[in-house]
């Protein structure tokens, strides 16, 4: 089993939409969560970083982590069309290595 | 913020050749850099880690006499190609991590194309 699972997708939602992008992970030492966004042909992009369980909130974002369940999820509401990207959701348990879910291919249609 | 500067951002080489990527962590200091390989449509494979003034530890299946890693300073971290072929073809990425937490910023990726 994978350390951090992460749906693949494609995710396809129209412009507006309220999207949900979510992972799991079997490691109960990782004690940081971080979602990042990649554009194609580009590097990951820090999105959200997050200790231990909890939410937290930037502007149309917010990254939850629910450590009893080994759940991490990241909302993005009014999406827009420039929010096209693949999302990594990435976990490590302090100064070791991220350990990254395959990324989830999302499409905001105007 | 903290800016990682990766270049080159595309390289075309011939077989056999060697190339050399630099990546500069442009407002911070990096105690720790990262090295990933990325196929078309799949996530990140962490290649191998360096820390300044250390030799890299590479991940299993890596060829460290391949993949040359140097992490001469503070800022600067090298990954060096060599006698590249075909299959090395792809896109490499490299990652700093700031002295003072636990962040990964990464550069905009190299894409390597070998003829």
Redesign the interface.
């Known amino acids: 089993q994978k350390e951090v699972e992460q749906d693949p997708g494609p995710l396809s939602v129209p412009e507006g939409a309220i999207v949900s992008l979510n992972c799991t992970y079997s490691n109960s030492a990782f004690q940081?969560f971080?979602w990042?966004r990649q554009y194609s042909?580009?590097?990951?992009?820090?999105l959200m970083?997050t200790y231990s369980s909890g939410n937290k909130e930037d502007g149309r974002f917010t990254a939850q982590v629910d450590k009893s369940s080994k759940y991490i999820s990241l909302f993005i509401r009014d999406s827009q069309p420039s929010d096209s990207a693949t999302y990594?959701c990435a976990a490590?348990t302090?100064?070791t290595?991220?350990v990254?879910?395959?990324?989830t291919?999302l499409s905001v249609i105007a | 913020g903290a800016v990682v500067s990766q270049h080159p951002s595309w390289v075309i080489c011939k077989s056999g050749t060697s190339v050399k990527i630099e990546c500069r962590s442009l407002d911070f200091q990096a105690t720790t850099m990262f090295w990933y390989r990325q196929f078309p449509k799949q996530s990140l494979m962490l290649m191998a880690t360096s820390n300044e003034g250390s030799k890299a530890t590479y991940e299993q299946g890596v060829e460290k006499d391949k993949f040359l890693i140097n992490h001469a300073s503070l800022t600067l971290s090298t990954l060096t190609v060599t006698s590249a072929h075909p299959e090395d073809s792809s896109f490499y990425i490299c990652s700093a991590r700031r002295v003072d937490e636990n962040i990964q910023y990464f550069g905009a990726g190299t894409r390597l194309s070998v003829l």
């Open positions: 940081y971080m990042y042909r580009k590097g990951p992009e820090l970083y990594l490590n302090g100064n290595p991220l990254f879910g395959k990324g291919r």
